[in-house]
């Protein structure tokens, strides 16, 4: 059974920070594009960060460029998302997301997501 479970979110003061974590299993973690997703309420949900099977080449959405740090640990199957300099903007709903391929067939997993809320 696939399962990503999602931890660390919370009430935050802006210009904190949060570390969140996804824990995997039930597929081949390693083997798996690891995303983390957002979405905040009246809007669409959106990719804030990826990190690729294989090699280093991690994305961020533009407004998190610099304050946030996706990392993974295959031996631990588990994603972070280091989240500094925290504004109210980001508050949201964050979703960890994997994606790949298991016996030829294309897996898209979701978490049930973590509420992070940044405010005064």
């Known amino acids: 059974q696939v399962q990503l479970v999602e931890s660390g979110g919370g009430l935050v003061q802006p210009g904190r920070s949060l570390r969140l974590s996804c824990a995997a299993s039930?597929?081949?973690?390693?083997?798996?594009?690891m995303k983390w997703y957002r979405q905040a309420p009246g809007k669409e949900r959106e990719l804030v960060a990826a990190s690729p099977a294989i090699g280093d080449s991690t994305i961020y959405v533009d407004s998190v460029k610099g304050r946030f740090t996706i990392s993974r640990d295959n031996a631990k199957n588990t994603v972070y998302l280091q989240m500094k300099s925290l504004k109210p903007e980001d508050t949201a709903v964050y979703f960890c997301n994997a994606v790949g391929v298991d016996n030829f067939r294309l897996n898209d997993y979701w978490g049930q997501g973590t509420q992070v809320t940044v405010s005064a």
């Open positions: 039930g597929f081949t973690f390693s083997t798996y594009a």
